[in-house]
């Protein structure tokens, strides 16, 4: 049964802290659910979106892709707009990686707006969360992280005309990593 409007980032967040109970960051410490609370935080206080929806789907954004949720448990316990915006961040991993990336990008560029500023905040939230990896030079993770964010906003540019959120969402991704250098 869906949640009220009103209880709905609730539920998705005790759903998510459930999800990923056994999960950690790459840093090996810090639980996995705590980057979906920074993601859902980051689209309130940073992009100032209060929609319900889109901070349900940030909380519950990884569920599908890092868990063993599916799409229909997503449609059960949050309808289908949080199912839906769920899905659409969820990467193809039957896919080979160059196919599941291009599918990927493709996917976003059809999604609703919601799903683009969750990508935003997700890709904010992982550039400044850059754990340190001894096979990966801090250089290159910066410059991955960067690309990720370049990315999140290409998906999103056309939607950032029409809706505020979105718009707010790519100048604080922007700002982020250097003013006007994601765009091109």
């Not at 709905?8 to 005790?14: E, F, K, N, R, V």
């Amino acid at each position: 049964m869906k949640p009220s409007p009103e209880r709905l980032w609730q539920d998705a967040s005790a759903f998510a802290s459930r999800a990923h109970r056994h999960h950690l960051r790459k840093d090996g410490r810090t639980p996995y659910a705590s980057h979906c609370f920074r993601v859902a935080l980051t689209l309130r206080h940073v992009f100032a979106c209060e929609d319900e929806t889109a901070l349900a789907i940030a909380l519950l954004h990884d569920t599908i892709e890092d868990t063993n949720t599916d799409y229909d448990d997503l449609l059960a316990n949050f309808g289908p707009e949080v199912a839906d915006g769920v899905a659409a961040l969820t990467k193809n991993k039957s896919l080979p990686e160059f196919a599941r990336e291009e599918e990927y990008d493709q996917r976003l560029a059809r999604a609703d707006w919601r799903s683009l500023v969750v990508k935003l905040a997700d890709a904010f939230d992982n550039f400044c969360d850059q754990f340190e990896s001894p096979s990966v030079s801090p250089e290159q993770r910066r410059r991955d992280a960067e690309s990720k964010c370049r990315r999140a906003i290409r998906a999103a540019i056309p939607h950032a005309e029409h809706v505020p959120e979105v718009a707010r969402a790519i100048a604080a991704v922007e700002e982020l990593v250097g003013v006007g250098r994601l765009r091109g």
